[in-house]
């Protein structure tokens, strides 16, 4: 597919988006959409990248596996916007922060003596309703994170 074979040219060449977006006078987004095949380039834009490459255009476009004399080695094109294990921990992360602070502020509001006796059994300072607050907070900013990090 063309989408795979810009992906695999780009990375080959050792090209980010941005950097081959601006060698073909395009926007990093352009590029983004072709390698994720929601669109495909107009011909000038092919030409383009065939030059950028250094390939003919057939050699871009055509649609069979690469020959194993030159180009088995390069790496496998898996879709960019594919979820890492990584993203799926920190949405659960999130989602279970979430969930444990409403029902404590449930608990909090519905029976308000068992959050005394999580205060009353707290050693630290700090009272015990307030320290599963801030670790129910500090889950969801940890998968906040885990969801946003950008390799």
């Known amino acids: 597919m063309l989408s795979e074979k810009i992906y695999s040219l780009r990375r080959?060449?050792?090209?980010?988006?941005?950097?081959?977006?601006?060698?073909?006078?395009?926007?990093?987004?352009?590029?983004?959409?072709?390698?994720?095949?929601?669109?495909t380039p107009e011909l000038e834009k092919l030409r383009a990248l065939s030059e950028c490459f250094q390939i003919t255009i057939d050699e871009l476009t055509e649609n069979r596996a690469d020959s194993a004399s030159g180009r088995a080695d390069q790496e496998k094109w898996t879709p960019p916007h594919r979820e890492t294990g990584e993203s799926r921990l920190g949405i659960c992360l999130c989602i279970t922060g979430a969930v444990c602070l409403i029902l404590f502020g449930a608990l909090t509001v519905m029976s308000p003596s068992s959050v005394d006796r999580i205060n009353e059994s707290s050693m630290i300072t700090l009272n015990g309703a307030g320290m599963l607050v801030i670790f129910f907070v500090l889950l969801m900013i940890l998968g906040m994170m885990m969801i946003l990090r950008r390799k």
């Open 12 to 39: 080959k060449n050792g090209l980010s988006q941005e950097q081959l977006a601006e060698k073909i006078g395009v926007s990093r987004q352009a590029i983004s959409k072709w390698e994720g095949g929601l669109s």
